[in-house]
């Protein structure tokens, strides 16, 4: 399974962006989707999860604000970013992998920016 992050840009505070984890090769594979970002300086965090058929779930410093979905035709998952702080600037990833199991695969990074 390969996955691709993009979307990632600079912002200003109270902006909005959408990034996007394409996933291809063997995609059935793969149940859960994860999206995490690392600021400088600091350890990588988990920000979001969606477990296919459950809701999705998220760190406490991003509810209300971002959301996630998917596509199945696309095989793409969305982390849409609202009311976004300079906090969360950092570089995204997403992962995936089989319930209860872990992540298998990491996509590369996207970069987001937001300043205020």
């Known amino acids: 399974v390969q996955l691709q992050a993009s979307g990632g840009g600079s912002v200003q505070a109270g902006e909005s962006l959408r990034l996007s984890c394409a996933a291809s090769?063997?995609?059935?594979?793969?149940?859960?989707i994860g999206w995490h970002r690392q600021a400088p300086g600091k350890q990588r965090e988990w920000v979001a999860v969606?477990?296919?058929?459950?809701?999705?779930k998220y760190t406490d410093s991003v509810k209300g604000r971002f959301t996630v979905s998917r596509d199945n035709v696309k095989n793409t998952v969305y982390l849409q970013m609202n009311s976004l702080k300079p906090e969360d600037t950092a570089t995204y990833y997403c992962?995936?992998?089989?319930?209860?199991?872990?992540?298998?695969?990491w996509g590369q990074g996207t970069l987001v920016t937001v300043s205020s």
């Open positions: 992962s995936g992998g089989t319930y209860g199991r872990g992540y298998d695969y």
């Open positions: 090769g063997r995609t059935n594979s793969i149940n859960v």
């Open positions: 969606i477990n296919f058929g459950s809701t999705p």
